[in-house]
């Protein structure tokens, strides 16, 4: 599994380290005693660390068996497993999954299944703590409906939260969807929903950790 840093982080990180170096050299110049810029340097060295870490974007093999398999789109822990009706798009009842990613995990998003992309659709919204329930209906979000190769319609939904606020999606109406491939990525902190036909066998429960493009949630009958 290779990690390279995610392109929708270059700039920010280029940026953040000319800023970061602006600040601190003056510490070094003129700021006595040493221990001061030694500090202010250290927590400088951290914060970029932890946006480094951030943008993190490893390539993802899936050794798994494919057929009807779906993977977790993202990298985090499983805070909604549930039957709801889905009324923006699908207009039936499904069964919701939704995993919630925190400032520390990898936030690029993958297709959940093989496929073929159908639809993209961006909805305006509210910026509530990604965690929250209503957060899937009320928070500015994206929506991809992927149709798998068994021929079942599944959506995945883009949610921005409380300090995300920029949705990227990279899914496009006619493409091949293919879960080692990166459907689009969420700045800082959020989360992803899909929903699943109701006779999909489901592989994860509550509280369970994910790895985007790795972990069997569930496979479509």
């Known amino acids: 599994m290779k990690v390279k840093i995610h392109r929708e982080g270059t700039n920010i990180l280029v940026i953040l380290l000319f800023m970061l170096v602006v600040i601190n050299t003056p510490m070094w110049m003129f700021v006595r005693p040493m221990a001061v810029p030694i500090v ?6 951290v914060m970029y660390l932890l946006v480094l870490n951030f943008f993190r974007s490893p390539r993802r093999h ?12 993202v990298d985090g822990r499983v805070v909604a497993l549930e039957e709801t009706y889905e009324s923006e798009v699908l207009h039936r009842r499904v069964i ?3 995993v919630f990613m925190s400032v520390f995990n990898v936030h690029a998003n993958w297709f959940p299944v093989d496929g073929e992309v159908i ?3 961006h909805h305006s919204g509210r910026f509530m ?25 599944i959506l995945v939904r883009q949610i921005a939260g409380a300090v995300a606020r920029r949705i990227v999606t990279y899914a496009e109406p006619g493409e091949t969807a ?14 992803v929903d899909i929903y699943l ?16 493009g790795i972990t069997e949630v569930a496979r479509l009958k």
């Open 62 to 73: 899936f050794t798994g068996n494919r057929d009807h398999v779906v993977v977790s789109s």
């Open 129 to 153: 703590s990604a965690y929250l329930p209503k957060s899937s209906t009320e928070n500015e979000r994206s929506t991809v409906v992927i149709r798998a190769r068994s021929g079942q319609e």
């Open 119 to 121: 639809s993209v659709r």
């Open 40 to 45: 202010f340097s250290s927590v400088s060295l």
């Open 178 to 191: 293919n879960i080692e491939d990166h459907m689009g990525f969420i700045k800082f902190g959020s989360r």
């Open 197 to 212: 036909p109701l006779d999909t066998e489901i592989f994860v429960k509550l509280g369970d950790k994910t790895v985007g």
């Open 96 to 98: 919701q999954l939704s």
